[in-house]
Structure formats: structure tokens, C-alpha cells
């Protein structure tokens, strides 16, 4: 791949079902060594879309984990074989003794005194041999993953080409589970990439699955929902409670942090920053810098490296300091993982939870309202909703067009709150939404000062970055979206019930559909 002229990147990028991402290429003139010199901000700057992004670098690191892995088998096989065949025969030693004098024994026993370490190294090796291909076979499955044999009714179905029913789809979510844990040695914790090839894998083979191109999202929500059903009955194993302090909760899991609630001083404590200074925290800083440009990053040395520099971040927030400079020392807050943790730091709320529960509990009330009935995102909504009978998706599209109407339920001004298929306009936090009810083409970034700040995955955690933005860079709220954001916020922070709220809303929107004359 080092010695690749263009056209053969692109060639390759045709076969890997990345041809969308050729005239990019040819242009920028990116040859086989250029990809392989590819970092994550290049891959974010050449390719747009989150999805192949993931796919490219996934591909650029197996292909270096593959030629990492065959150098050292050859290192071992070629320090191997000279070797051993020395050290099982004794005629040689007894020649060299024999034909040669004191001051040539000497040598030559030095020489096999040398030899003995090298010997004792390379058996060394050999022994690690298997663990080497364990670990290159875990790595390597997704390249050439094969779907498990199905049972014999599930293949009958298959074989007809039918729409499998509910219980279908669950028997063969539960077996691509299954398959995927074996791969994985046991683990419950897939990649991304991984639920990718494997989503991919099976709408491959067969293709009507795929239902008029939407899914891929289904089955990919099924499989991970099926993931967390499993990991749900160990939530007191280590792993899981590890990944939930990291994590925090997501929807269908329970509500109550079981390791944050049950003994917050203790969570206080491991959470309040070290006081460093001078060379100290410039090695933190640098350090940061170094990590972020990483692909494969050391994502617990972040969190305790962002942990022992939140002093001196806040007070250049407080200062009032140019966010470029911010984000040059700290480019982590570009992360939305990071943004909420630094967000839960300051208040100890989790965003992202609190944000699923406001658009499932109210996105079904926002919708009735007459005041967003003739609205343009309604209608795009309704129009939508016609080529859809999945549940989920129906969700989706109305949690996603709850969000966006937020600001016409207040009365306040949307392009404070999202540009839906437009250019942003305004220096405050702001969401960018194109295709917002296209399940394959939908895009969110938080957008702040003009520039994009970060890529989201959904209408969900793009409401909670904004909410965040605010807090975390101490910006203050515009007049004309004040009463949508307030509405947020007493929600996260739980200043009142949700059927308080809920009855606030009605009364406003009485106010609106009946103004007094």
C-alpha cells in the first residue's frame, strides 16, 4: 500500500464501498503513503460524513495492525531458525574445542555465552507466538466477517425472501449477538466499527432486509439495545460499573446512578481537581495536544489529565479568553463525551440522560400543539412520517422534530437554536441540522462562533451539547431564546416537575393561540 499511485487509493476506496469519497481524494492527490500518514483531523477534514470516517480509519488501522503483525512473525522466524538447530547439536562445540586454542575458546565461549541469551529471547517468543495470533485474530475478524450458521426455521424465512415478523427479528439479533461475544472472547462492549461490519454483513447477504434503504438503523439500535439486555443483569460487575461512572446512563437502563448516588462524597472526592502548577500542568496541556491527534487515543489518561486542568481552564473561561485559544490548549471540549463530562463536572448532572428523558416525555405533547402545526418542520415531519411503519424510526423523526420546534413553542427566535438546512449565522451556540428525517444522511454539529465545535450522532445529544456549550464556555444566553433554554435547564437541574412544566406549556400556548386584544 506504501508505494500506491492515486488511481490505486481510489480503486480501493471502490472496493471498500468508499467511492463517494474518490473525487475528494484525486483531488487532495492522497497516494498509498499519504493514506497511511492520515491522522484523525485529516480524516475529519477530507470526509464528512461520521459513518466513513469510522470505516476508513478502521480499515488504515487493520492494515497497520496486519503489517506490524507479519514483521514480528518474520522477526521471530527468522531469529528462530538459525538458532535452535545450534543449540541441539553438540558436534560443532566439540570441533571448535578441539581444533582451536585457548584464546579462540574463549572467544567462541563468549560467543555462545551470547547465543544462550539470544536462544532463551527467541524462545521467549516463540512461547508468546500464540498469544500474538489470539490477539491478531480478535483484531482481524471484522475484515472478514461471516455471518453465523442461522437455525433451520430462520433460514426457511430467509430463503423466502420474507420480511421476518417480530420474533424473527429478535431470534436473529439474539444469534448475531451471540456470534459477535464468541469473536470478541467474551466481551459485551463491540466497537462501533464492529456493529458496522456486522449490520453490513448481514444486509449484504441479504439485501431485503435492508426495507427501502432505512435498515441499517434498525438493526444496528437492535443489536446494541441487545448488547445492553445482556450487560443489564451483571450491572454489579466491574467492567459494567467502570463503564458506567465513565459513561454515565443511557436510555433503558435504570435511572438512579448506582455509583454516584450511592456514595456521592466518595464520587466528590475522586472528582476534585489537583492543583499543578508551572511545568507541571504545561506537561498535562501538552500532553492533551499530543493525545488528541492520536486515532487511537488513552481515553482514561484524558479524563484524569482533563480532571487536574480544570482549574486553570475555568479561569480562562471566567477571563473572558478567545474560545480559539481555549480549544488550541484544550482541543478535547471538542469531543462531545468530553463536553458533558466537563459539563457534569461543574454541576454534577448528567446532560445526555436528563436530555432523553425531556424529548421522550414531551416530544408527543409539543407535536399536538397547534402553535407548530403549520410550522415548515412539522410539515417536512408529516411528510415523512407517510414512508415509515417502523416504530423506531417514527421515534426518532418525532423526538428529532420536537427538538427543533422547541424555540416556536416559546415564541422565540429558531435561528438562536438550529440552522435546519442552512448556513449558520450567529457567533452564540448553535445546532447545524441537515436532512434532519433522513435516517442515512441526517447530520448535527454544535456550531459556536461561527465554526463547528463538534459532529453529533442525533437530535439527543445535539440538544444536550448546546445546553452544554452554555455552561461550560460561560456564554450568556441571547434575550430572543431565553425562555426556550430556561425551559431546558429547569428540567436538567429539576427545578420543577415535568407536569408543572407540561401545564406552563399549555397555558403559554393559550396565550399564543388566543393573544388578548
Given at each position: 500500500?506504501?508505494?500506491?499511485?492515486?488511481?490505486?487509493?481510489?480503486?480501493?476506496?471502490?472496493?471498500?464501498?468508499?467511492?463517494?469519497?474518490?473525487?475528494?481524494?484525486?483531488?487532495?492527490?492522497?497516494?498509498?503513503?499519504?493514506?497511511?500518514?492520515?491522522?484523525?483531523?485529516?480524516?475529519?477534514?477530507?470526509?464528512?460524513?461520521?459513518?466513513?470516517?469510522?470505516?476508513?480509519?478502521?480499515?488504515?488501522?487493520?492494515?497497520?495492525?496486519?503489517?506490524?503483525?507479519?514483521?514480528?512473525?518474520?522477526?521471530?522466524?527468522?531469529?528462530?531458525?538459525?538458532?535452535?538447530?545450534?543449540?541441539?547439536?553438540?558436534?560443532?562445540?566439540?570441533?571448535?574445542?578441539?581444533?582451536?586454542?585457548?584464546?579462540?575458546?574463549?572467544?567462541?565461549?563468549?560467543?555462545?555465552?551470547?547465543?544462550?541469551?539470544?536462544?532463551?529471547?527467541?524462545?521467549?517468543?516463540?512461547?508468546?507466538?500464540?498469544?500474538?495470533?489470539?490477539?491478531?485474530?480478535?483484531?482481524?475478524?471484522?475484515?472478514?466477517?461471516?455471518?453465523?450458521?442461522?437455525?433451520?426455521?430462520?433460514?426457511?424465512?430467509?430463503?423466502?425472501?420474507?420480511?421476518?415478523?417480530?420474533?424473527?427479528?429478535?431470534?436473529?439479533?439474539?444469534?448475531?449477538?451471540?456470534?459477535?461475544?464468541?469473536?470478541?472472547?467474551?466481551?459485551?462492549?463491540?466497537?462501533?466499527?464492529?456493529?458496522?461490519?456486522?449490520?453490513?454483513?448481514?444486509?449484504?447477504?441479504?439485501?431485503?432486509?435492508?426495507?427501502?434503504?432505512?435498515?441499517?438503523?434498525?438493526?444496528?439500535?437492535?443489536?446494541?439495545?441487545?448488547?445492553?439486555?445482556?450487560?443489564?443483569?451483571?450491572?454489579?460487575?466491574?467492567?459494567?460499573?467502570?463503564?458506567?461512572?465513565?459513561?454515565?446512563?443511557?436510555?433503558?437502563?435504570?435511572?438512579?446512578?448506582?455509583?454516584?448516588?450511592?456514595?456521592?462524597?466518595?464520587?466528590?472526592?475522586?472528582?476534585?481537581?489537583?492543583?499543578?502548577?508551572?511545568?507541571?500542568?504545561?506537561?498535562?496541556?501538552k500532553w492533551l495536544k499530543q493525545e488528541y491527534m492520536?486515532?487511537?487515543?488513552?481515553?482514561?489518561?484524558?479524563?484524569?489529565?482533563?480532571?487536574?486542568?480544570?482549574?486553570?481552564?475555568?479561569?480562562?473561561?471566567?477571563?473572558?479568553?478567545?474560545l480559539k485559544d481555549i480549544l488550541r490548549l484544550f482541543?478535547?471540549?471538542?469531543?462531545?463525551?468530553?463536553?458533558?463530562?466537563?459539563?457534569?463536572?461543574?454541576?454534577?448532572?448528567?446532560?445526555?440522560?436528563?436530555?432523553?428523558?425531556?424529548?421522550?416525555?414531551?416530544?408527543?405533547?409539543?407535536?399536538s400543539l397547534y402553535v407548530v402545526r403549520n410550522n415548515?418542520?412539522?410539515?417536512?415531519?408529516?411528510?415523512?412520517?407517510?414512508?415509515?411503519?417502523?416504530?423506531?424510526?417514527?421515534?426518532?423523526?418525532?423526538?428529532?422534530?420536537?427538538?427543533?420546534?422547541?424555540?416556536?413553542?416559546?415564541?422565540?427566535?429558531?435561528?438562536?437554536?438550529?440552522?435546519?438546512?442552512?448556513?449558520?449565522?450567529?457567533?452564540?451556540?448553535?445546532?447545524?441540522?441537515?436532512?434532519?428525517?433522513?435516517?442515512?444522511?441526517?447530520?448535527?454539529?454544535?456550531?459556536?462562533?461561527?465554526?463547528?465545535?463538534?459532529?453529533?450522532?442525533?437530535?439527543?445529544?445535539?440538544?444536550?451539547?448546546?445546553?452544554?456549550?452554555?455552561?461550560?464556555?460561560?456564554?450568556?444566553?441571547?434575550?430572543?431564546?431565553?425562555?426556550?433554554?430556561?425551559?431546558?435547564?429547569?428540567?436538567?437541574?429539576?427545578?420543577?416537575?415535568?407536569?408543572?412544566?407540561?401545564?406552563?406549556?399549555?397555558?403559554?400556548?393559550?396565550?399564543?393561540?388566543?393573544?388578548?386584544?
Amino acid at each position: 500500500m506504501e508505494n500506491w499511485s492515486v488511481d490505486q487509493v481510489c480503486n480501493w476506496l471502490r472496493q471498500r464501498n468508499l467511492g463517494e469519497l474518490v473525487p475528494k481524494f484525486r483531488e487532495e492527490e492522497v497516494s498509498g503513503a499519504a493514506l497511511l500518514a492520515l491522522n484523525d483531523r485529516m480524516v475529519q477534514q477530507l470526509v464528512k460524513k461520521i459513518g466513513h470516517q469510522a470505516v476508513l480509519m478502521d480499515l488504515i488501522n487493520k492494515y497497520q495492525q496486519q503489517k506490524s503483525g507479519l514483521e514480528s512473525l518474520t522477526y521471530c522466524c527468522e531469529k528462530a531458525s538459525p538458532k535452535i538447530p545450534e543449540v541441539i547439536s553438540g558436534d560443532t562445540d566439540r570441533q571448535m574445542s578441539n581444533s582451536s586454542g585457548p584464546v579462540e575458546q574463549k572467544k567462541y565461549l563468549c560467543s555462545t555465552e551470547n547465543e544462550g541469551l539470544i536462544d532463551q529471547r527467541v524462545l521467549k517468543q516463540k512461547k508468546n507466538l500464540r498469544s500474538f495470533f489470539t490477539r491478531y485474530k480478535m483484531l482481524q475478524w471484522t475484515s472478514s466477517y461471516t455471518l453465523p450458521d442461522f437455525p433451520y426455521d430462520v433460514k426457511c424465512i430467509l430463503a423466502e425472501k420474507k420480511c421476518p415478523d417480530h420474533s424473527m427479528r429478535i431470534r436473529i439479533i439474539e444469534f448475531l449477538q451471540a456470534d459477535m461475544t464468541k469473536y470478541l472472547e467474551g466481551s459485551l462492549y463491540p466497537n462501533s466499527q464492529q456493529y458496522n461490519i456486522v449490520v453490513n454483513a448481514l444486509l449484504q447477504a441479504y439485501p431485503f432486509l435492508d426495507e427501502d434503504g432505512n435498515g441499517f438503523l434498525l438493526w444496528k439500535r437492535a443489536l446494541k439495545d441487545r448488547f445492553k439486555y445482556v450487560r443489564r443483569p451483571i450491572e454489579d460487575d466491574e467492567q459494567v460499573l467502570r463503564n458506567k461512572c465513565k459513561f454515565g446512563h443511557r436510555r433503558g437502563q435504570t435511572r438512579k446512578s448506582s455509583f454516584a448516588e450511592k456514595n456521592p462524597d466518595e464520587v466528590h472526592m475522586q472528582e476534585a481537581p489537583v492543583h499543578l502548577e508551572g511545568s507541571a500542568m504545561d506537561a498535562h496541556i501538552k500532553w492533551l495536544k499530543q493525545e488528541y491527534m492520536k486515532t487511537q487515543r488513552n481515553w482514561k489518561e484524558v479524563d484524569n489529565s482533563m480532571n487536574v486542568t480544570i482549574e486553570i481552564r475555568r479561569k480562562m473561561i471566567s477571563d473572558k479568553a478567545p474560545l480559539k485559544d481555549i480549544l488550541r490548549l484544550f482541543p478535547f471540549l471538542r469531543c462531545p463525551y468530553q463536553l458533558f463530562r466537563e459539563f457534569q463536572l461543574l454541576t454534577h448532572m448528567d446532560i445526555y440522560k436528563k436530555t432523553v428523558e425531556i424529548l421522550e416525555i414531551y416530544s408527543e405533547n409539543i407535536l399536538s400543539l397547534y402553535v407548530v402545526r403549520n410550522n415548515p418542520i412539522n410539515i417536512m415531519l408529516q411528510e415523512n412520517l407517510k414512508r415509515h411503519t417502523e416504530e423506531d424510526i417514527l421515534k426518532y423523526m418525532k423526538m428529532t422534530a420536537a427538538c427543533l420546534l422547541l424555540p416556536d413553542v416559546f415564541g422565540d427566535d429558531s435561528s438562536l437554536f438550529a440552522a435546519v438546512n442552512e448556513e449558520v449565522k450567529v457567533a452564540t451556540p448553535v445546532l447545524e441540522v441537515k436532512n434532519p428525517f433522513n435516517v442515512n444522511s441526517c447530520e448535527f454539529a454544535l456550531f459556536v462562533e461561527r465554526e463547528e465545535l463538534a459532529q453529533l450522532d442525533d437530535c439527543t445529544m445535539a440538544l444536550a451539547a448546546l445546553v452544554a456549550a452554555f455552561h461550560v464556555f460561560d456564554i450568556p444566553c441571547p434575550k430572543r431564546i431565553h425562555r426556550t433554554l430556561n425551559f431546558l435547564e429547569s428540567l436538567v437541574f429539576e427545578v420543577r416537575s415535568p407536569a408543572s412544566l407540561s401545564a406552563q406549556i399549555k397555558r403559554e400556548m393559550e396565550v399564543l393561540e388566543y393573544p388578548s386584544i
